[in-house]
């Protein structure tokens, strides 16, 4: 056996166990929800989340006020909004490291009319003039309750910025580090000053961050 093959062998091995060890952490889940009786208020599946668990505890956790998808690559848009519709009490929301984005953030926005908290965090870099507004339009356009947003690592621009400013009136808490196409300058600076009491600036300290902060840095 060579080494290409060995190392192949080392990685399938890896896979299968990592999968069997997140199946396992999803049956633990659905026992821990069941024993609620639907009394759960706070659930967090970060990494090991699918679809069909999601429905599992949305089905029996109608009291859900907080919930967190990290790094959770098997939840659909479609299936996050379909499970949102039966959590109506649903007020703090995590979808780091997913893979929901733009129209999808709109429909969760139109499912959870009390959200207060998203955190839409990934990984920053650095690419001059390439911005994705989509995320913060949708966030705009659907969630006027807002009062916290983490967006580490968003490539949004000053004009998704604005329109943030103008869908959430009351937010207070915004967190932009590593948001390197925000220029916090003249009229926007003065408009961030002005209502936002806990501000993170895209060059602020990364210390408190807690996953990985390196940079994928795309610049010439």
């Known amino acids: 056996m060579n080494n290409e093959d060995f190392n192949a ?7 299968a166990y990592r ?12 026992h821990a929800v069941a024993l609620s009786q639907g009394g759960c208020v ?6 090991f989340g699918t679809d069909s668990l999601l429905t599992y505890i949305a089905d ?8 967190g998808l990290a790094k959770c690559d098997q939840i659909t848009g479609m299936g996050l909004f379909t499970e949102a519709m ?8 995590e979808l780091s490291y997913c ?3 733009g129209k999808n953030l709109e429909a969760i926005g139109f499912a959870c009319l009390h959200l207060k908290t998203l955190k839409l965090n990934c990984q920053g870099f650095k ?16 969630m006027p309750e807002l009062r916290c947003l983490q967006l580490f690592g968003n490539r949004v621009s000053d004009v998704g910025l604005n329109a943030i400013f103008d869908g959430c009136p009351h937010l207070e808490h915004l967190d932009l580090r590593q948001c390197f196409n925000i220029n916090l300058v ?10 936002i009491k806990d501000l993170r600036r895209p060059n602020d300290s990364t210390a408190d961050y807690p996953y990985d902060t390196s940079l994928l840095d795309l610049g010439i």
Not at 9 to 15: C, K, R, S
Not at 19 to 30: F, T, Y
């Open 19 to 30: 999968s069997s060890i997140l199946k396992r952490l999803g049956r633990m889940m659905c």
């Open 9 to 15: 062998d080392e990685l399938l091995t890896f896979v």
């Open 186 to 195: 003249g009229d926007l600076e003065k408009r961030c000053m002005e209502r």
């Open 60 to 67: 029996r956790s109608s009291n859900l006020r907080h919930l």
């Open 99 to 101: 893979l929901i984005k």
């Open 42 to 47: 706070e659930i967090n599946i970060e990494h």
């Open 86 to 93: 039966k959590l109506p009490l649903l007020e703090d929301l």
């Open 127 to 142: 690419f001059p003039g390439f911005t994705y507004d989509h995320d913060a339009l949708g966030i705009a356009k659907r």
